[in-house]
């Protein structure tokens, strides 16, 4: 998370990477480095449009990377980006299949006030406050105070209207947060439940939304911290890809931890193989881990 956000100098990406292009519909899209700055070029073989990259969105070592554009004064979110599943650039998650009515909607979306506070609210530190930009003093990525800060001080400066912890509790104090406290909390950026089920998305995109996955699963207890996010995910460390690593969160409720949670009789390793499916997103050239816990059938509708 402490690279969600890089500058150009510093994107290892971009820097590996001096030339990429890729082609969509009529229009041909460049990214080139010269010295510590990148350019992003849009063309349509007559029309050329090229600005250049003030920011990539997403780590280096992630899915991919989303691009943060400038011209007179104004951010656009590229409409092309790289993804590691591809080694190079494809359509921005959102825009496949769709097809710009001309070179400069091609070139990307204009981000508007809302859009620029959800994604560097996310994606960096003291990038925000309360409805307000404050890119001067923006630190990239999610560094410690982003979290570490009091329930005061983020009820002061939300960035989501909706996010709501009782004023009275430290937030440095996670330990004592119900799974659905953390939910609450974690859902700023990764979406809370109240979010995803007021916009009535049933479909796959909302994978994405863990939280709100969570809160569907058969074994969620909003009171229990054992399912809570941090149960299973330290912040301060990069996901661990390997399955048994889950096992013991998974035991210490389906192991006798929990009356009522039974023992699963076909194994007790690598539950999340067979409980947590990982499915393919359209769009993102990745398969995300199903957070919906759930005994799974074959062939079954995606349980939106």
Same mark, same amino acid.
């Given at each position: $998370?402490?690279?969600?956000?890089?500058?150009? *100098?510093? @994107?290892?990406?971009?820097?590996?990477?001096?030339?990429?292009?890729?082609?969509?519909?009529?229009?041909?899209?460049?990214?080139?480095?010269?010295?510590?700055?990148?350019?992003?070029?849009?063309?349509?073989?007559?029309?050329?449009?090229?600005?250049?990259?003030?920011?990539?969105? +997403?780590?280096?070592?992630?899915?991919?990377?989303?691009?943060? /554009?400038?011209?007179?004064?104004?951010?656009?979110?590229?409409?092309?980006?790289?993804?590691?599943?591809?080694?190079?650039?494809?359509?921005? /998650?959102?825009?496949? +299949? #769709?097809?710009?009515?001309?070179?400069?909607?091609?070139?990307?979306?204009? $981000?508007?006030?809302?859009?620029?506070?959800?994604?560097?609210?996310?994606?960096?530190?003291?990038?925000?406050?309360?409805?307000?930009?404050? /890119?001067?003093? $923006?630190?990239?990525?999610?560094? @410690?105070?982003?979290?570490?800060?009091?329930?005061?001080?983020? /009820?002061?400066?939300?960035?989501?209207?909706?996010?709501?912890?009782?004023? #009275?509790?430290?937030?440095?104090?996670?330990?004592?947060?119900?799974? *659905?406290?953390?939910?609450?909390?974690?859902?700023?950026?990764?979406?809370?439940?109240?979010?995803?089920?007021?916009?009535?998305?049933?479909?796959?995109?909302?994978?994405?939304?863990?939280?709100?996955?969570?809160?569907? #699963?058969?074994?969620?207890?909003?009171?229990?911290?054992?399912?809570?996010?941090?149960?299973?995910?330290?912040?301060?460390?990069?996901?661990?890809?390997?399955?048994?690593?889950?096992?013991?969160?998974?035991? #210490?409720?389906? +192991?006798?931890?929990?009356?009522?949670?039974?023992?699963?009789?076909?194994?007790?390793?690598?539950?999340?193989?067979?409980?947590?499916?990982?499915? *393919?997103?359209?769009?993102?050239?990745?398969?995300?881990?199903?957070?919906?816990?759930?005994?799974?059938?074959?062939?079954?509708?995606?349980?939106?």
């Amino acid at each position: $998370m402490a690279h969600a956000l890089e500058t150009v *100098e510093e @994107c290892k990406i971009l820097i590996d990477r001096p030339v990429l292009t890729t082609k969509v519909g009529r229009y041909s899209y460049r990214i080139e480095r010269k010295s510590s700055k990148s350019s992003y070029s849009v063309s349509d073989g007559v029309k050329t449009v090229t600005m250049p990259i003030r920011w990539a969105m +997403g780590a280096s070592s992630a899915i991919g990377q989303t691009y943060l /554009l400038e011209r007179d004064g104004d951010i656009y979110e590229s409409r092309v980006s790289y993804f590691s599943e591809l080694n190079g650039l494809g359509p921005t /998650l959102g825009s496949e +299949g #769709s097809t710009p009515s001309d070179i400069n909607e091609a070139a990307g979306r204009l $981000m508007g006030r809302d859009d620029k506070l959800r994604c560097f609210g996310c994606h960096a530190t003291n990038a925000t406050f309360g409805r307000q930009l404050t /890119l001067d003093k $923006m630190i990239p990525g999610v560094q @410690c105070k982003r979290c570490h800060e009091s329930a005061e001080t983020h /009820l002061s400066a939300r960035l989501l209207d909706s996010f709501e912890l009782e004023a #009275s509790r430290d937030i440095s104090k996670f330990r004592g947060l119900s799974a *659905e406290q953390v939910s609450n909390f974690c859902g700023q950026c990764h979406r809370t439940w109240e979010e995803i089920a007021l916009q009535g998305d049933l479909s796959i995109a909302n994978i994405r939304f863990q939280p709100y996955r969570l809160a569907g #699963s058969r074994c969620y207890d909003a009171d229990d911290a054992r399912i809570s996010c941090l149960a299973c995910h330290d912040p301060h460390h990069e996901v661990s890809g390997k399955p048994v690593d889950y096992d013991a969160k998974c035991q #210490s409720c389906h +192991g006798g931890g929990k009356p009522g949670a039974k023992a699963c009789p076909v194994s007790t390793e690598k539950c999340v193989t067979c409980h947590m499916p990982k499915l *393919e997103l359209p769009g993102a050239h990745h398969k995300f881990s199903d957070h919906r816990i759930r005994i799974v059938k074959a062939n079954e509708k995606y349980p939106g």
